[in-house]
């Protein structure tokens, strides 16, 4: 049984960041280690949890619930977490889209700085007529969405024409798919080239906060 987070905390770290995990992947799969990782080299404390029903599938099989059904699991992570300093939340495709529905109010109250997704899942693969943007016309937080440009979820040909609120900043990774991977022999990047563009830009985004 892992613990309820998984923390790397390098010292003196201003910041900390808490991110949940997507829909089909735990707090410990490749891609949220290496995410995680590379924000704990650029100098955050990083803290990873997970949803009970991602925990439960680690003895059998069990869905994902709807997003907003996750809600209040998200913000009784925060609580327990108790972070001393500024906070950062998000989290990978459906981890960063919870978190991205309770950030105005958490921000309003001083709880939270700002929002990060890791490959923010702006309509299921395949149907893009079915956009999970509505709650992000409106965002007040300050937001910075890490997405890989051919991300099946929103590429970088999709998402300029959405209504996004300009508190909202896109980082594009080129030819990122939605663990941000990109293919060597076509960019020319690796995934550790595009962990370490994504760490070093939320530590510039990050050290703008108004805290």
Request: glycine fraction near 10%; charge should be neutral.
């Amino acid at each position: 049984m892992l613990d309820r987070f998984l923390l790397q905390e390098p010292q003196d770290a201003r910041f900390t960041i808490l991110l949940a995990h997507g829909a089909g992947g735990p707090m410990d799969s490749a891609s949220m280690t290496a995410a995680a990782s590379a924000l704990a080299d650029a100098g955050f404390r990083v803290a990873r949890f997970e949803f009970a029903y991602m925990a439960a599938r680690r003895t059998g099989r069990k869905p994902p619930p709807r997003a907003e059904r996750l809600i209040p699991e998200y913000e009784a992570a925060i609580d327990e977490l108790g972070a001393s300093g500024p906070l950062i939340i998000g989290g990978k495709s459906m981890g960063g889209r919870v978190a991205s529905m309770i950030a105005d109010d958490l921000h309003r109250r001083g709880k939270i700085a700002g929002l990060l997704c890791l490959g923010y899942p702006f309509h299921p693969p395949g149907q893009p007529e079915k956009l999970r943007t509505g709650h992000l016309t409106g965002l007040t937080t300050p937001a910075l969405i890490c997405q890989g440009t051919r991300d099946e979820f929103g590429t970088r040909d999709e998402v300029p024409g959405y209504d996004l609120s300009n508190r909202i900043e896109i980082l594009w990774l080129e030819d990122g798919d939605h663990d941000l991977k990109p293919r060597k022999s076509i960019s020319g990047f690796s995934s550790a080239d595009h962990l370490a563009t994504m760490a070093k830009a939320v530590k510039a985004w990050a050290e703008r906060l108004p805290v």
